[in-house]
């Protein structure tokens, strides 16, 4: 699967988030190439050496190129790849202190004719609601949950997240440009049966007039990019 720029952005963004550094085992749903872990990994390992990634992936060509990705790479021993769906994942009760994922998130659109494609866009090998439902049970309380969507699908995470004690902390709507429509919403969430007194909001931009990357995109992604 190719590396998309919303992903990068995506990754850069849980992996200098705050509540990171603080936290130890960590859970990456539809890993696919690595790529998330990896820039976790990368960002937080020399301040922790604790840190410790499951990377599941339920697609198992996509498993075994994460797999190939990570032992390249400095953080192998940080990051343990399982070919697994999350339904069939064992793992015990509030024993994550984070996890994020970016879902597929079609949801009755028409499909490809690649099997392979299909299991990671589409939302029908893993519905949100049982998306959320994991991510509630796995997650700590008090812990944080990362998400990238679509922005015409921010709300209905956001209500579905509440709906498992998960409470909306910030959420930060992509656009490749200013004069564009926003594309994704990265979202942060907190596990708690209390609802946030507020929410965190902002616009973040890919491009500027120019087409040329943003001040704000460089900053965040320099440490990711060989040549940005």
């Not at 085992?25 to 998330?36: M, V």
């Not at 299991?119 to 998400?147: M, R």
Request: charged content about 15%; proline content about 4%; glycine content about 2%.
């Amino acid at each position: 699967m190719k590396v998309c720029t919303d992903a990068c952005l995506f990754g850069a963004w849980v992996a200098n988030d705050k509540n990171i550094p603080v936290a130890n085992n960590f859970l990456d749903i539809g890993t696919g190439t690595g790529l998330l872990s990896l820039m976790v990994a990368q960002a937080n390992i020399k301040n922790n050496n604790s840190l410790s990634i499951t990377a599941l992936e339920i697609e198992t060509a996509a498993a075994a190129e994460a797999t190939e990705n990570i032992h390249k790479s400095p953080w192998l021993n940080h990051i343990h790849v399982i070919n697994q769906a999350l339904q069939d994942f064992d793992c015990r009760a509030g024993s994550m202190d984070c996890i994020f994922t970016n879902p597929p998130f079609f949801e009755g659109d028409l499909q490809s004719t690649n099997a392979h494609k299909n299991l990671a866009l589409h939302s029908t090998a893993l519905p949100w609601t049982t998306l959320i439902e994991n991510v509630s049970t796995f997650l700590k309380a008090d812990c944080y949950y990362y998400v990238l969507i679509p922005a015409i699908r921010a709300y209905t995470m956001q209500k579905l997240a509440t709906q498992h004690n998960l409470q909306l902390v910030e959420e930060v709507v992509v656009f490749n440009a200013e004069k564009q429509k926003p594309f994704r919403a990265m979202q942060k969430f907190i596990k708690s049966s209390i609802p946030v007194a507020e929410i965190k909001r902002s616009n973040f931009f890919i491009k500027d007039a120019e087409n040329k990357y943003t001040a704000a995109f460089t900053q965040l992604l320099a440490p990711y990019y060989l040549n940005l």
